[in-house]
C-alpha cells in the first residue's frame, strides 16, 4: 500500500469514527457536522506529526482539503441520525 493511500485510510477512519461519536452525543446536526470535521482534519495533522516526527509545510493546506472532506463524511454519516431523530419526535407528537 503506498503511502497516500495509508494516509487517506486514516483520514477516512478517523473522519467515519468521530462522525459517529459527535452525532451520537450532538443533536444538532451542523455543530455535530462541522465539529466531527474540524476534529478530524486536527487529528489527521496531528497523527501525521506524530509519524513524520515533524509538521508538513502544507500542514494548513491540508487541514482545510482534510477538513472538507471529512465534512462531507460527518454529513453522510449524520443522516441517519438526523432522520431517526426527526421519525422519533413525530412520533411522540402523535
Known amino acids: 500500500m503506498s503511502e497516500g493511500a495509508i494516509g487517506l485510510s486514516v483520514l477516512l477512519s478517523i473522519s467515519v469514527l468521530s462522525a459517529l ?3 451520537w452525543r450532538i ?4 455543530l455535530a457536522s462541522f465539529g466531527a470535521a474540524f476534529f478530524s482534519a486536527v487529528a489527521f495533522q496531528i497523527a501525521a506529526y506524530l509519524r513524520a516526527g515533524h509538521f508538513d509545510p502544507f ?3 491540508g ?3 482534510g477538513g472538507v472532506v471529512a465534512l462531507v463524511i460527518a454529513a453522510l454519516v ?3 441520525f438526523a432522520l431517526a431523530r426527526r421519525n422519533a419526535k413525530s412520533s411522540d407528537a402523535s
Not at 443533536?27 to 451542523?30: C, L, S, V, Y
Open 63 to 65: 487541514c482545510v482539503v
Open 21 to 23: 461519536v459527535f452525532h
Open 59 to 61: 500542514t494548513i493546506v
Open 78 to 80: 449524520g443522516l441517519p
Open 27 to 30: 443533536a444538532h446536526f451542523k
